[in-house]
């Protein structure tokens, strides 16, 4: 079954990732990456996907999304070129982390893992502790 959300596409714009922390409850983020300034790039899911909601946007298109857990409870991350945002709602808000972290396109952490890995721009690949960096950031 096919199901549409409020998230824009076209040549440059839609869901980039989608991330579900049950089989209910999932969350999609992309954008627009030509501009890089998307302000329509959230949508969140309570239904299996079935039918989807705008939620608040990110700081800019995101093309990964995440969930980690963490001793604090499970946020969830998005990132993309132009940083890096975390939500403990499920998607509906979010806030940005001040973090050196740019041009990242993707992130994977193994279940209990405490340190996951990103990768983008320039090939690179970068060993992140998240866990840490989100529990010590001051806006969140």
């Not at 946007?57 to 980690?68: D, E, H, K, Q």
């Not at 403990?88 to 279940?111: F, I, V």
């Amino acid at each position: 079954q096919i199901s549409t959300t409020p998230i824009r596409s076209g040549p440059s714009a839609g869901i980039f990732s989608l991330t579900f922390c049950d089989c209910q409850n999932g969350v999609a983020v992309g954008g627009d990456y030509q501009p890089e300034d998307e302000a329509v790039n959230v949508a969140v899911t309570a239904d299996g996907g079935i039918s989807w909601e705008l939620a608040a946007a990110t700081g800019g298109f995101r093309s990964v999304a995440a969930y980690i857990d963490t001793p604090a409870g499970t946020l969830l991350l998005a990132l993309g070129p132009s940083g890096a945002d975390v939500s403990k709602d499920n998607g509906r808000s979010w806030m940005a982390m001040q973090t050196p972290w740019r041009g990242l396109h993707t992130y994977s952490q193994g279940e209990g893992a405490a340190r996951g890995f990103a990768a983008g721009a320039g090939g690179g690949i970068a060993g992140l502790g998240l866990v840490e960096t989100i529990l010590a950031s001051p806006k969140i």
